[in-house]
């Protein structure tokens, strides 16, 4: 018995099993029991002692200002009572008096810290509790995971989050349950007598309305909801790189994989750089982020309450711009919070004489800006992410009297048929700390097949901007000299690329273009036009005029010109032509960006006025005129008409809006609309 204790298989007859040399171990007797262990001894005396040694303390999340001082651990303490506290304001109900009892940590790790410390509650840190307890959820503790690291994010979501798991090149997969895209349709906001008039509500906005006492019932069946659970997740972070403009935000959620799209995409630290790598969190940043500026509540698992007023389904994402505070009802879908937040920056920077846009931007060598407006699957992140150029962000941006700055610290790629010649950078990026959501994989080898469609079309995948190689750390930039409108024009009659005069600009801004193709199941054999003002109706909260009369101004105060390219189909309309080659697509922008193309020779087509030049590098120049590309010219023609039509219905409620100060803008913008 003693013998064979230390694993080794030798046989009676000195020989192993397998016919090796039997392993002779030296055995000293030490008190006359057969000792083996010939090497150094680990440093404990239990297991438990033994587990305890494996992780040393790293620097707390919200740490101290770097001072050394005697009364660092108290003013440590303090502080960290000090963010419980806030923690617990955050999450309490507004019927009861106080919030709910917070501790920090992972409540499966109780018996583990308890090992630490002889005295264990000073590991766990009490926040000032009610005295009588009006409510189960007030009698007992909730605990928060705070800003936890990728790393501890995986553990906690694949020991408790079914559909959890490590693809073959460290991403995590996740579900994100019954909703895999955004639910515009359930979106509320909050109308009070100041968003009543500062708003943009009625025919053509994404802001349907809610009252205050609606948004309060839901707000109070989200906390309930959170505070019922043994652990919360709770996210201090920033929005927006331009250190003037940052925005403090709180998430609050149940979920780890929410936690870490969040920790991917939004900003950590804007202040703290070595050359070009950050240091984050930034201590400074971190210890008085104090009580955000914005907050959310994400329930996204429990849905809301369909008896609710307002309600129509069981999802509700609701905004509430004088509290500052958005609530997640009965969706999982991580965009959600992403796209909330940038509804909130379309609000407050325009405030402050900054343009909020949905465009990605990336930065030349000689530092020439580009941005890339368009709606979902046109390619902002596909071509801002541009492996000759430095990425300042792929979907949010500001533009400032400074020039702009990235609102997220993190990219959202589409993945469905992602492919690795085409896409390296975005590839390359899905590893380790990377979110996947709804990607199918192989069981066994847990490669991914990005051209699997059976959880969604809508595969995507957050990773931080840093995961990008050539990203433009910090993400900010000057004045921009390009700005790309993207449409995938599913009718196959738009240019692959046009140049823009800024009334031009202007009008396919307010349009906002794209083509939806018809899903199989839906029976639609026609691509489906869609309009979004300002490439993101769905995100703006003022009139669509107003965002477009600040591009115009600074369009034309540092002298950007405006491109129309067409992402989408080429040789006859969706069904019958292809989509334009990414190649080409990129040769296009390519030469947008190098100034060739400003330059080149032009001609001028009929019904939309386009400017289209008559040869791009490394494009067939057949290509550059739709109609060379379409057999059947008639249906050509008709096809034109017809988009041109519905450019025309879409912006008959523009016509009546003044655009900037005066009425020449307005005038040139109404007349730079197609002609037939
Ligand atoms: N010619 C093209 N230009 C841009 N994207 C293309 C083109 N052809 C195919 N695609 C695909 O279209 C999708 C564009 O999505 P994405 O860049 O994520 O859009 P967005 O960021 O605007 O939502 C990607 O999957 C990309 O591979
Ligand atoms: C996340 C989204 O953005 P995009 O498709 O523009 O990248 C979305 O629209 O839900
Ligand atoms: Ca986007
Ligand atoms: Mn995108």
């Not at 694993?7 to 030490?30: C, F, M, Y």
């Not at 994402?317 to 959600?336: F, S």
Request: with cysteine.
């Amino acid at each position: 018995m003693a013998s064979s204790g230390n694993g080794n298989v030798a046989n009676g007859n000195g020989t192993a099993r397998n016919g090796l040399p039997a392993i002779h171990t030296h055995k000293k007797h030490v008190n006359g029991i057969c000792h083996d262990d010939s090497g150094p001894t680990v440093k404990a005396k239990t297991i438990d002692e033994l587990h305890s040694l494996q992780k040393k303390k790293s620097a707390p999340t919200t740490p101290v200002t770097g001072s050394q001082t005697p009364f660092a651990t108290l003013s440590e303490q303090e502080r960290q009572k000090q963010q419980l506290q806030s923690i617990s304001a955050s999450l309490a109900s507004l019927t009861r008096e106080t919030g709910p009892k917070v501790v920090k940590g992972d409540p499966a790790k109780k018996s583990e810290s308890q090992v630490h410390h002889d005295h264990h509650h000073h590991h766990h840190h009490h926040v000032a509790t009610p005295t009588i307890a009006v409510s189960d959820s007030a009698l007992k503790f909730t605990h928060v995971l705070y800003n936890l690291s990728p790393a501890e994010l995986y553990e906690q979501a694949i020991k408790y989050e079914k559909g959890s798991f490590i693809t073959s090149t460290g991403a995590l997969a996740t579900l994100s349950g019954a909703k895999t895209g955004r639910s515009p349709r359930d979106k509320r906001i909050v109308k009070d007598d100041v968003t009543e008039n500062e708003l943009w509500w009625g025919k053509g906005s994404p802001n349907i309305e809610m009252d205050e006492h609606t948004f309060m019932v839901n707000r109070e069946r989200a906390v309930d909801y959170l505070n019922s659970l043994d652990k919360v997740f709770v996210n201090d972070q920033f929005l927006n790189w331009d250190p003037e403009n940052k925005i403090k935000v709180r998430i609050v959620s149940a979920r780890a994989y929410h936690s870490l799209f969040m920790h991917n995409i939004l900003v950590y630290n804007l202040d703290n750089w070595v050359g070009d790598r950050c240091i984050r969190p930034t201590p400074e940043e971190l210890e008085n982020f104090g009580t955000p500026d914005f907050t959310i509540y994400n329930a996204g698992q429990f849905p809301c309450n369909r008896y609710t007023h307002y309600m129509t389904s069981s999802t509700s994402i609701d905004l509430n711009l004088a509290r500052r505070e958005m609530v997640i009802l009965g969706t999982q879908y991580a965009g959600e919070m992403k796209k909330g937040l940038f509804s909130v920056m379309h609000y407050l920077m325009p405030k402050r004489q900054i343009l909020s846009l949905h465009s990605g931007c990336n930065m030349g060598r000689d530092g020439d800006v580009a941005l890339f407006f368009g709606l979902s699957g046109t390619g902002k992140t596909t071509l801002s992410t541009d492996h000759n150029r430095f990425l300042i962000g792929d979907d949010e941006h500001c533009w400032s009297d400074k020039g702009v700055s990235n609102i997220e610290g993190g990219c959202y790629a589409k993945c469905i048929d992602l492919c690795q010649e085409k896409e390296p950078d975005i590839w390359n990026a899905i590893r380790f700390g990377t979110v996947l959501e709804n990607v199918v994989f192989d069981e066994h080898s847990r490669e991914v097949d990005y051209s699997d469609k059976s959880v969604t079309e809508n595969t995507r995948a957050s990773y931080p901007i840093e995961y990008i190689p050539n990203a433009k750390l910090p993400c900010v930039g000057p004045h921009p000299k390009n700005v790309i409108l993207l449409a995938c024009d599913a009718f196959g009659v738009l240019p692959p690329v046009s140049k823009l005069n800024l009334a031009q600009t202007m009008y396919h801004f307010i349009s906002g273009y794209t083509a939806l193709v018809a899903g199989t199941e839906d029976g639609i054999k026609e691509p489906t036009a869609t309009f979004s003002a300002c490439f993101g109706a769905a995100f703006i909260m003022l009139h669509p005029t107003k965002y477009a009369a600040m591009l115009a101004e600074k369009m034309e105060k540092h002298g950007a010109t405006g491109w129309l390219v067409n992402t989408g189909w080429s040789g006859g309309r969706y069904g019958y032509g292809s989509r334009i080659k990414l190649p080409y697509t990129r040769k296009i922008i390519d030469a947008i960006h190098s100034g060739s193309l400003l330059n080149a020779e032009y001609k001028k087509t009929e019904i939309f006025g386009f400017e289209i030049p008559t040869e791009v590098e490394g494009v067939p120049s057949e290509i550059l005129d739709p109609i060379n590309t379409w057999s059947d010219k008639k249906a050509y023609n008709e096809t034109l008409l017809k988009l041109a039509g519905l450019f025309k219905k879409n912006f008959e409620t523009f016509t009546n809006h003044k655009i900037g100060k005066d009425n020449k803008l307005t005038e040139e913008i109404l007349a730079a609309g197609p002609v037939f």
